[in-house]
């Protein structure tokens, strides 16, 4: 089956303490990317990724960190968590080019105390 | 870069009613414009989505316009019935060609019986 996880679903943490939220693929996708979701804001870009080795910032890329080593897994790395970061979190991947379905993994909760 | 702004933020229609979101962009050169639906505590799912090649495209009761000139897209719902009730998101392509999204903040959508 065809899909895009994420783990883990729910975490509870407390400020400073690094923490790896975990994204994977089964479509052989170029892109991938992270997003978080803050009730009125929409889901607003945090990295991204053309394919492996290759990432970028998105609109909102402070405090948080990524790589892209494999083809499948796309990591997103809390290296100092503050409670500004308490969001949902979405991984999403698709083929590279314009145009095509971005497939979104079930969304990770995190609150940050 | 690209910009997403959509309206309304909320709306609330009968069962039966129709219900247009509208959104604008910023960036000439977007040329894919999805639209995903988020159930309560579920990830977006692609609905519908549109080229700029094309100014209209229709799925059973939901359609989507384009007009390029203006840069504006709508999501179009006929026959609303409850299930129908999420939050709707627009997105615009980034103009570089690749599949990066910009989304707009979010329109819930609530059909009463």
């Known amino acids: 089956e065809a899909q895009v996880t994420q783990n883990p679903r729910y975490l509870i943490t407390v400020t400073g303490k690094k923490l790896t939220v975990t994204c994977s693929q089964n479509?052989?996708?170029?892109?991938m990317s992270w997003y978080r979701q803050d009730p009125g804001l929409g889901l607003r870009q945090i990295y991204y990724?053309?394919?492996?080795?290759?990432?970028d910032k998105g609109d909102v890329p402070e405090g948080y960190k990524v790589s892209r080593k494999e083809k499948r897994n796309f990591p997103l790395i809390l290296e100092s968590p503050s409670p500004n970061q308490t969001s949902l979190y979405f991984c999403?991947?698709?083929?590279?080019?314009?145009?095509?379905?971005?497939?979104f993994g079930p969304g990770t909760r995190l609150t940050v105390t | 870069g690209e910009n997403v702004e959509q309206h309304p933020s909320t709306l609330s229609v009968q069962e039966g009613d129709s219900a247009v979101i509208k959104c604008t962009y910023s960036?000439?050169?977007?040329?894919?414009f999805p639209w995903y639906k988020q159930e309560l505590g579920k990830r977006p799912q692609l609905i519908i989505d549109?080229?700029?090649?094309?100014g209209e495209k229709k799925d059973q009761r939901i359609a989507v316009t384009l007009n390029k000139t203006a840069k504006h897209f709508s999501l179009h719902i006929t026959e609303t019935q409850p299930e129908d009730s999420a939050v709707y998101f627009c997105?615009?392509?980034?103009?570089?060609?690749?599949?990066?999204?910009?989304f707009g903040a979010g329109t819930r959508l609530a059909v009463h019986p």
């Open positions: 479509m052989n996708h170029e892109y």
């Open positions: 999403a991947s698709s083929f590279a080019t314009s145009g095509y379905e971005q497939y």
């Open positions: 997105a615009a392509s980034d103009g570089g060609g690749y599949n990066k999204l910009i």
């Open positions: 990724s053309m394919n492996v080795e290759v990432t």
């Open positions: 960036d000439s050169a977007s040329n894919y």
């Open positions: 549109i080229r700029s090649n094309v």
